[in-house]
Structures are given as C-alpha cells and as structure tokens.
C-alpha cells in the first residue's frame, strides 16, 4: 500500500483559491460597514465570530473524542479535524476586533450601566471588567492551541517516523484535555454570549455551547467528508458503515443540544422569576417567536426524524443534506440567542448579519483548505490504518441503527 498517495486532490486547491479571494472581497465589505454604523458591525462581527469559532473548537472536541475512543469514524476525519483545529490562530486573530468593539458590545464596560445595579456593580468588580475578560479569554485560547498543537504536532510525527507511542500520548492528553474543553468553552460563552446581558443568568447555558460548537463542527466535517469521497484517495477508504456512524454521532448531538436547550427553558419557563424569563420573552414574541419555532422543526424535529433512518445515514448524498440543514439553523439559532440582547423585541436584519459569516467563513474555509492540503488526507502510520479499512469495505453489514 506504500505506493498508493494519499494527498489531498487537486478541486481541494481550486475550492482554496475560490474561497480565499471571496473572503477579502466580503471582509472588506464589512469593515466599510465599521465606518457606516460601528454598533451593528460588532454585532453582527460577533454572530459571525460565534459561528466559525464554534467549528475550530467543536472540531477540537471532537478530534480528543477520538483519541479517547479509538473508533473507526473519526479515523477518516481526523485529518479534517486537525485541519479545522489548525485554524484556530485565525480565530484568535479575529477576535481582536472583539475586545476592540467590547464598548458596543457589553453594558458592563459602560459605568453608567453599572451603577444602575447593585448586582451589577459587584458582577464588575468581581469579574466583568474589561481587563479580567482579555485575561480570561487569553486563557481560553492558550488551552485550545496547546491541545491543537501537541495533538497536531504528535500525529504528523507519527506519519513520517511509525513510532506508535505517540497514539498514546496523544490518548493521554485527550482526557484532561477534554474536561479543559468543557471548561474552556462554559466560560467563554459566559464571557462572550451570556454577558451581553450582564444581568441574566442561566447554569445550563454554556453546556448548549458545548453541544452545540460539538454539534456545528461534526455537520461541517461530515459536508467536508462527503465532498471528499467523490475524489481519490479517500473515495477508496470511506465506506458507507463510516457514514452510518458519524450519522449516529450527528444524533446523539442533536439529540444532547435539544436536551440542554429544553431544559433551560423549560427551568426558567416554569419558575417564571422576572430576571430569568426576560431572556426568553423578547425571543418568543412576533418574529422572533417564528424563528424559535423554526429551531424547534428544522434544527431538532426533521434532523431527528431523518436521522433515525439506517439507509439515510449510509448515504452521504442524503446525510450531508441533514448536515447543510443543520449548520443553517446553527447560525440562524445563534442569530436568535445574540441579536436581540440589542434590539428587543423588534427584529432586524442588517446587510452585515449576512456579509459577516460570509466573509468571516471565505477566509476560515480558505486557511482550512490551506491546511488540510499540506498532509496526507489519512494517517497513515497509525495503528487503526488497515483495521479501519478492512472493517469499512469487509464487514459493512455489522452496522446497526
């Protein structure tokens, strides 16, 4: 098999260079929407942010689960995984404007705002204050590229040298590096999402984050994966049993960030205490209230239905349909969760909540091209190599719902 390549084909590059110049040309776009109405160009800069950030994290997530269990599905994405991990640089990069733009951003970097809460006020000195936010979020970033990195970095050393201790190590650091993760990503969401309203507060919302970051960067690689396989060398390795799995994976995820957004929901819903149910009231009435419907149908019911179908699973012509599906309503949940920390219950949608993630994603898509070019699209030294293959093409019909 030393023969055979394994390197990324060629439409890969072409997609990096298509998507690379359409990311400049909608990033400049946005940035003239700085100069038009700064307060809207944060936000929707931060939607954008939460988004694309939400894959390179999840992917990390995702990437340790791996690791951890050692199963043939994240074989054939580990590449796209580690990939999707290295663009993580870019996101530390772009969230610069973030700290930049923390004074449109959040009421707790205003005094006045402060003052107006004795709540508050302790909230700040404790913990909302602008300098402890950059401090914390460098903590954030620094645990997601020390994992990125060793993990990264340990498995090309284990393509070019065969060495299989680094399976190992890199099974060993995916335990705590995972409880880091679930930390990490609590707090950052705290930090990032929740602390637009400083004064509400909710115990399960950074465990949606956690799911739901998982949950964007499993449909992105499944959509990666199955662009993939039209093309040599992994038209030759995936089978449709990896499919079926990464479609029972794209379940359970569903399934854990429905779990968490219901019970938020419904905890605060049915104790019905004024500085809980404000969140929600703006985001279930006119407009708004449409959209939190069309969450409940396309991003749980449908996804849930069509996934419960063994054949559907197998078939990425169809499974990547229900991963489109999903990565849409993972924006527009997200759209939902942000947007109205800043207009209420009046819905609007400014040209920049569109040309944001458009942008943002043209030059997150062409770093991860970049990236996912530059090594072989399966590793190719580690242990699981031949047993992975012989159980995706041999003993398909082991594969139960």
């Given at each position: 098999?030393?023969?055979?390549?394994?390197?990324?084909?060629?439409?890969?590059?072409?997609?990096?260079?298509?998507?690379?110049?359409?990311?400049?040309?909608?990033?400049?776009?946005?940035?003239?929407?700085?100069?038009?109405?700064?307060?809207?160009?944060?936000?929707?800069?931060?939607?954008?942010?939460?988004?694309?950030?939400?894959?390179?994290?999840?992917?990390?997530?995702?990437?340790?689960?791996?690791?951890?269990?050692?199963?043939?599905?994240?074989?054939?994405?580990?590449?796209?995984?580690?990939?999707?991990?290295?663009?993580?640089?870019?996101?530390?990069?772009?969230?610069?404007?973030?700290?930049?733009?923390?004074?449109?951003?959040?009421?707790?970097?205003?005094?006045?705002?402060?003052?107006?809460?004795?709540?508050?006020?302790?909230?700040?000195?404790?913990?909302?204050?602008?300098?402890?936010?950059?401090?914390?979020?460098?903590?954030?970033?620094?645990?997601?590229?020390?994992?990125?990195?060793?993990?990264?970095?340990?498995?090309?050393?284990?393509?070019?040298?065969?060495?299989?201790?680094?399976?190992?190590?890199?099974?060993?650091?995916?335990?705590?590096?995972?409880?880091?993760?679930?930390?990490?990503?609590?707090?950052?969401?705290?930090?990032?999402?929740?602390?637009?309203?400083?004064?509400?507060?909710?115990?399960?919302?950074?465990?949606?984050?956690?799911?739901?970051?998982?949950?964007?960067?499993?449909?992105?690689?499944?959509?990666?994966?199955?662009?993939?396989?039209?093309?040599?060398?992994?038209?030759?390795?995936?089978?449709?049993?990896?499919?079926?799995?990464?479609?029972?994976?794209?379940?359970?995820?569903?399934?854990?960030?429905?779990?968490?957004?219901?019970?938020?929901?419904?905890?605060?819903?049915?104790?019905?205490?004024?500085?809980?149910?404000?969140?929600?009231?703006?985001?279930?009435?006119?407009?708004?209230?449409?959209?939190?419907?069309?969450?409940?149908?396309?991003?749980?019911?449908?996804?849930?239905?069509?996934l419960l179908s063994r054949s559907l699973k197998r078939n990425p012509h169809k499974l990547v349909l229900v991963a489109g599906l999903i990565l849409v309503m993972r924006l527009l949940d997200l759209f939902w969760m942000i947007t109205p920390n800043f207009t209420g219950e009046h819905f609007h949608v400014s040209w920049m909540d569109i040309v944001a993630p458009l942008g943002m994603g043209g030059l997150w898509l062409a770093?991860?091209?970049?990236?996912?070019?530059?090594?072989?699209?399966?590793?190719?030294?580690?242990?699981?190599?031949?047993?992975?293959?012989?159980?995706?093409?041999?003993?398909?019909?082991?594969?139960?719902?």
């Open positions: 098999m030393m023969h055979v390549s394994y390197n990324a084909p060629a439409e890969l590059k072409r997609l990096q260079q298509r998507a690379l110049p359409v990311g400049v040309v909608l990033f400049a776009i946005l940035v003239l929407g700085f100069f038009l109405d700064r307060g809207q160009f944060f936000r929707s800069y931060l939607f954008a942010f939460s988004f694309w950030t939400g894959i390179s994290v999840g992917s990390l997530a995702l990437l340790m689960l791996q690791h951890l269990t050692g199963g043939g599905w994240g074989f054939v994405i580990r590449r796209v995984l580690e990939a999707a991990t290295r663009t993580l640089p870019l996101m530390l990069l772009l969230f610069l404007p973030i700290i930049a733009g923390a004074h449109w951003l959040y009421p707790w970097t205003h005094a006045e705002e402060i003052a107006k809460s004795p709540a508050l006020v302790e909230k700040a000195r404790l913990y909302l204050n602008l300098q402890f936010f950059v401090v914390r979020a460098a903590i954030y970033f620094a645990v997601w590229l020390t994992l990125a990195f060793f993990l990264n970095r340990w498995s090309i050393l284990q393509d070019r040298t065969g060495d299989r201790t680094f399976s190992k190590r890199m099974r060993v650091l995916s335990g705590p590096g995972f409880v880091l993760f679930v930390f990490t990503v609590t707090f950052a969401s705290v930090d990032w999402f929740m602390s637009l309203d400083p004064e509400w507060f909710s115990t399960i919302y950074g465990f949606i984050f956690v799911a739901s970051w998982s949950l964007s960067a499993l449909a992105f690689v499944i959509a990666a994966l199955a662009m993939l396989t039209k093309y040599d060398p992994l038209k030759t390795v995936v089978a449709p049993l990896h499919f079926h799995d990464l479609g029972k994976l794209l379940l359970a995820l569903v399934m854990l960030w429905s779990y968490f957004a219901f019970s938020q929901f419904l905890i605060i819903w049915s104790g019905n205490l004024p500085e809980e149910i404000r969140w929600y009231l703006p985001r279930t009435k006119g407009a708004w209230g449409a959209i939190a419907l069309a969450v409940v149908v396309l991003h749980f019911a449908f996804p849930f239905l069509f770093v991860f091209g970049w990236q996912l070019n530059k090594r072989a699209l399966v590793p190719i030294n580690d242990p699981q190599f031949e047993s992975v293959l012989e159980q995706g093409h041999s003993h398909e019909a082991h594969s139960v719902v």
